[in-house]
């Protein structure tokens, strides 16, 4: 029972290298997202996905970039990492089951955390 | 734009006694949902409870419950007889709609710690 899977679950970067992580589920779930959770903030959607091929900015999409070409999984990019990168990333996904019960909740992986310097 | 807020940064409790953690939330919807999520050391989100809009009874899962307050925008949870295990950060999040997305808009969050 893996549910959402991130990967890696440690990084430390220098500024202005770049870098993919993955999130991964087996739940045939079509909804995924990127969050990204500071200090004193909550968490702040980066982008998010409805279906295979499809993505969308969320709250705080710049500095990053998205892809999902497989239904299973959601990549997130940093083309060039800035220390204010720097946080604890969370991939969920989410069903557009049948029961609105099912479609309320979201699985989130167990993060990233990324050290920009 | 859904705003959720949480106006305390840090509560402690007791082992075995009760206490309330504080979430409002503003909107312009009618129907939406609303939830606590608890992330303990490991990082996990794990949702505690959630509550329906429309639905007037307050939601309760075991020692967990809300005090739901749609005219006031208020959704607190309170724990009894909290555990030790139930030291964490809890997070409220609404959950909007927009174009079937629904994403979650979440509160910064509350930190309980369980004096034993």
């Known amino acids: 029972n893996a549910g959402v899977t991130q990967t890696p679950k440690f990084r430390v970067l220098k500024t202005g290298q770049s870098m993919t992580l993955l999130c991964a589920q087996d739940?045939?779930?079509?909804?995924m997202y990127w969050y990204r959770q500071d200090p004193g903030m909550g968490l702040r959607l980066i982008h998010y996905s409805v279906g295979e091929g499809t993505t969308a900015k969320g709250e705080v999409p710049d500095g990053y970039n998205v892809s999902r070409l497989k239904k299973q999984n959601f990549l997130l990019g940093l083309e060039s990492a800035a220390p204010s990168q720097t946080s604890v990333y969370f991939c969920?996904?989410?069903?557009?089951?049948?029961?609105?019960?099912?479609?309320?909740?979201?699985?989130f992986g167990q993060g990233t955390r990324l050290t920009v310097v | 734009a859904q705003t959720v807020t949480q106006s305390q940064p840090e509560m402690s409790v007791q082992e075995a006694e009760t206490v309330t953690l504080s979430c409002t939330y503003d909107t312009s919807e009618s129907d939406y949902y609303l939830f606590w999520y608890k992330q303990p050391p490991s990082r996990q989100m794990i949702l505690v409870i959630r509550?329906?809009?429309?639905?007037?009874q307050n939601a309760t899962e075991n020692r967990f419950s809300v005090n739901f307050q749609k005219a006031a925008k208020s959704f607190s949870l309170k724990i009894s007889d909290s555990q030790l295990g139930d030291a964490a950060m809890y997070f409220c999040a609404y959950r909007t709609s927009i174009q079937g997305a629904q994403k979650l808009v979440f509160g910064q969050g509350t930190r309980l710690t369980i004096n034993p």
């Open positions: 969920a996904s989410r069903t557009a089951g049948a029961t609105e019960r099912s479609r309320t909740e979201a699985f």
């Open positions: 739940m045939n779930h079509e909804y």
């Open positions: 509550q329906e809009a429309y639905k007037q």
